[in-house]
């Protein structure tokens, strides 16, 4: 295991500082606070941004040059994370369609399907959801129920998901359906399904926070083409199972560089407080800092597994509670230490510059459901990690 960075990616890193450093017009923190946005104007600022990206070679960089990408190595991939999240840079908007379809596109999808749709979704000019989990098919999402026939040149799809993230922003969904009722995972196709269509109604879902990014997706007889079928027909649950391994690829460097910056604040919320000479307070401090220290060490064991050619494998699951368990510990302990402080920033948006941490505190729950429940993961690391006897 060789934990340094080579030449290579030290210069890369430097060119890739240099140019958030000259394209990053505002953090992401400043537009949220700005009053002149609302959540459609928020949507453009990180469309824009994901065009500049893509203009510069950053979006997609893992693919093959043929589909926008410059084969770059996960290294890099993980080194460009980390410096968007250090930089504070807005999400971009299709990252459905980046991280999950595209990849599904690139190994699964027939050539022209990678025509008509990678490059529209590198530009942001078509946004993607994704469409997978139903009221009675989450973790179990093999049990889900929304139904393909097929009509001539078509499939009418007929059934409902929920939680489908950016639902209420997308151009296209990526589907899970069932074309065969009796088979559990072999009767599961994947399709790609446009939203501005009579049978296709997205409904929004208020979330605690306030926002509504999610939407519960219907769709009644909808349409969607035999050609845009991924795979065969029937081959959608292996399919899914390589798109959520996608999920978890690249990311083991940003979450310990977005829990550092949060830090930060947290730290300069206490000195304005005036407690952070405390050593009550700075005990919970140091261990939140060793938690993310031993997080950021975790990761880049993992990649230096996955720069020598590894599969991701069931120690990702380790990874993923680490992560969103840690997320809820530190906004509950700057909830906590902050006091009231903390409080304020969820309506008077102008109170601190910096971190809204009541709203973080509602969102860390969210990390330990999506991409695998926290139960889920236990599972997964009991049984193939620790072998445990399953009875
Ligand atoms: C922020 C967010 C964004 C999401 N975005 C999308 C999206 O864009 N598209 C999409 O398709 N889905 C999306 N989801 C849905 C997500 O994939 C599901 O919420 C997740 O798979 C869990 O399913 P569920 O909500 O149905 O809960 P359930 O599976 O019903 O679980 C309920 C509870 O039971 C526990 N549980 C379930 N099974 C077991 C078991 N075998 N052993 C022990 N405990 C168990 C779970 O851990 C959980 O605590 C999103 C979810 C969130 C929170």
């Known amino acids: 295991m060789d934990l340094s960075f080579t030449p290579e990616q030290q210069a890369f890193r430097v060119e890739l500082e240099a140019w958030l450093a000259g394209n990053l017009a505002r ?31 950053y979006l997609g960089m893992g693919w093959p040059a043929e589909w926008g990408g410059r084969g770059a190595s996960v290294v890099e991939q ?21 991280d999950l379809l595209g990849p599904a596109l690139i190994h699964h999808g027939s050539e022209a399907q990678r025509r008509r749709f990678i490059p529209k979704m590198l530009s942001a000019d078509e946004i993607w ?12 999402l093999a049990s889900l129920r929304t139904r393909a026939e097929p009509d001539g040149e078509h499939f009418r799809i007929t059934g409902q998901k929920v939680w489908t993230t950016f639902g209420p922003w997308a151009d296209w969904i990526f589907v899970l359906a069932r074309t065969d009722a009796e088979d559990r995972y072999g009767g599961i196709t994947f399709f790609l399904v446009p939203i501005d269509q009579p049978g296709v109604e997205v409904r929004p879902i208020l979330q605690i926070t306030g926002e509504s990014e999610f939407g519960e997706t219907f769709f009644d007889g909808a349409l969607a083409r035999r050609e845009h079928v991924v795979g065969k027909v029937g081959e959608g649950w292996r399919i899914a199972m390589t798109v959520l391994g996608y999920e978890r690829g690249v990311q083991t460097m940003a979450y ?24 009550d307070v700075r005990a919970r401090l140091a261990r939140l800092i060793v938690e993310n220290q031993v997080m950021r060490s975790n990761g880049l064991r993992t990649l230096a597994n996955l720069a020598s050619g590894e599969a991701p494998g069931p120690e990702s699951s380790i990874e ?14 700057a909830l906590d230490l902050l006091g009231p402080q903390a409080q304020l920033t969820i309506d008077a948006r102008h109170a601190r510059p910096d971190m809204d941490w009541a709203r973080e505190f509602l969102w860390a729950r969210a990390g330990t459901i999506y991409s695998g429940s926290s139960e889920i993961q236990r599972n997964i690391i009991a049984k193939r990690v620790l072998r445990m006897p399953t009875r």
């Open 27 to 57: 953090p992401w923190n400043e537009e949220i606070r700005d009053p002149a946005h609302d959540s459609d104007s928020l949507v453009e600022v990180r469309r824009a941004w994901q065009r500049k990206l893509h203009e510069a070679g």
């Open 129 to 140: 959801c994704q469409g997978f989990s139903e009221p009675g098919a989450g973790s179990d």
């Open 256 to 279: 310990p560089a977005r829990f550092e910056r949060y830090l930060a604040d947290l730290v300069r919320g206490l000195r304005e407080n005036g407690t952070l000479g405390r050593s």
């Open 320 to 333: 993923k509670i680490f992560w969103s368990e840690y997320a809820k510990r530190q906004s509950e302990t």
């Open 78 to 98: 993980a080194i460009l994370e980390e410096a968007l999240w250090r930089a504070d840079a807005p999400q971009i908007p299709n990252f459905l369609g980046i």
